[in-house]
Nanobody, 119 residues
Framework: QVQLEESGGGLVQPGESLRLSCKAS?????????VAWHRQVPGKQRELVAR???????TYADSVKGRFSITRDNSENTIDLQMDNLAPEDTAVYYC????????????WGQGTPVTVSA
């Protein structure tokens, strides 16, 4: 069972930066996984923030393009999300996600780390 543990959340002011990190454990070959960061605000659906495939291609939500950057380190089994120029609307709980890919598409989620952007 793959386990994902996020870290790096906190309280920042608008315009500041945060770097989230996710560490995967109990995983045999992390490099085959597609991984992503999602976020959720209470009362709203969880939404995709950024994704990086097992080949390294990236996808971003329109709302974070140019401000957020997702990277992965397959040697360390980590996924990072660099968040710059944060805005109050970025306030949410951020979740790390991993998908084992074809054929089984096993999915795993972390417990989430809260990010609050407020003056």
């Amino acid at each position: 069972q793959v386990q994902l543990e996020e870290s790096g959340g906190g309280l920042v002011q608008p315009g500041e930066s945060l770097r989230l990190s996710c560490k995967a454990s109990s995983v045999t070959i992390f490099s085959v996984y597609h991984v992503a960061w999602h976020r959720q605000v209470p009362g709203k659906q969880r939404e995709l923030v950024a994704r990086i495939s097992n080949s390294g291609s990236t996808t971003y939500a329109d709302s974070v393009k140019g401000r957020f950057s997702i990277t992965r380190d397959n040697s360390e089994n980590t996924i990072d999300l660099q968040m710059d120029n944060l805005a109050p609307e970025d306030t949410a709980v951020y979740y790390c996600y991993a998908n084992s890919g074809k054929p089984f598409q096993f999915e795993y989620w972390g417990q989430g780390t809260p990010v609050t952007v407020s003056a």
